[in-house]
């Protein structure tokens, strides 16, 4: 079965620095891979996906994240944070096969900007 | 733009009533999903659905149900409301494939 990992709780950034959350998966085949923001009280909006070709996937609001196989990581990344970006964001990883049966999702990176 | 609607936003009941949670979508998409995220903010797969007369459970036990007579509509049904309900459930739909899920806004739902 597949599973994600996303190792921090609670990551403390200041504005303006950069920023790298982690996630890791673990899936037999070739995975797809998502990551999603969720503001308070809001649902999920996608940052970025990876499906095949590059691995240095570029997104929304200035993200990126890089797929390492050798490594089944997929972290997000962002050179420069502002105070908007405090939020949950949560890593994906769907079935290569198109099946119905939903994403698989970590447990969160909850992301506080100091000012 | 994706379009896809959860009613209500939020919902606080009293234990025992039955409730149903609607979710809408304009794009079309066969494929839709409920989600159950609970305060540690970690998401579940409670249903999901392949299209018109298709559902299916998912990874987490519910005691709700979910019907999907429309391709847009796919609500989700709790008969008799107990406080261990009291979660956000959100709804996803995707065109399936190579496809990202779009979200609603969530229903946040209290059970007192």
């Known amino acids: 079965a597949q599973s994600v990992t996303q190792p921090d709780i609670h990551i403390t950034v200041s504005e303006g620095a950069s920023l790298e959350l982690r996630c890791n998966y673990s899936y037999g085949a070739t995975p797809y891979l998502f990551w999603y923001v969720q503001s308070p009280g809001q649902g999920l909006q996608l940052l970025l996906k990876?499906?095949?070709?590059?691995?240095l996937v570029q997104g929304i609001k200035g993200f990126e994240a890089e797929f390492k196989r050798s490594q089944s990581s997929f972290n997000l990344r962002k050179p420069s944070v502002h105070w908007s970006d405090a939020a949950e964001y949560f890593c994906a990883v769907g079935d290569s096969g198109g099946g119905a049966d939903g994403l698989t999702f970590g447990k969160g990176t909850h992301l506080i900007i100091q000012p | 733009e994706a379009d896809i609607y959860q009613t209500p936003r939020y919902l606080v009941i009293g234990t025992g009533k039955k409730i149903t949670l609607e979710c809408s979508q304009t794009m079309g998409h066969d494929k839709m999903y409920w989600y159950q995220q609970d305060p540690g903010m970690e998401l579940h797969l409670i249903h999901y659905?392949?299209?018109?007369?298709?559902?299916e459970k998912g990874d987490l036990s519910s005691e709700s149900t979910v019907s999907r007579i429309r391709t847009e509509h796919f609500p989700l049904t709790l008969e008799s409301a107990r406080p261990s309900h009291t979660s956000q459930y959100l709804c996803?739909?995707?065109?399936?494939?190579?496809?990202?899920?779009?979200f609603g806004q969530g229903t946040r739902l209290t059970v007192v």
């Open positions: 659905s392949y299209g018109v007369n298709s559902t």
């Open positions: 990876y499906f095949s070709g590059d691995t």
């Open positions: 996803a739909s995707s065109a399936g494939g190579y496809t990202e899920a779009f």
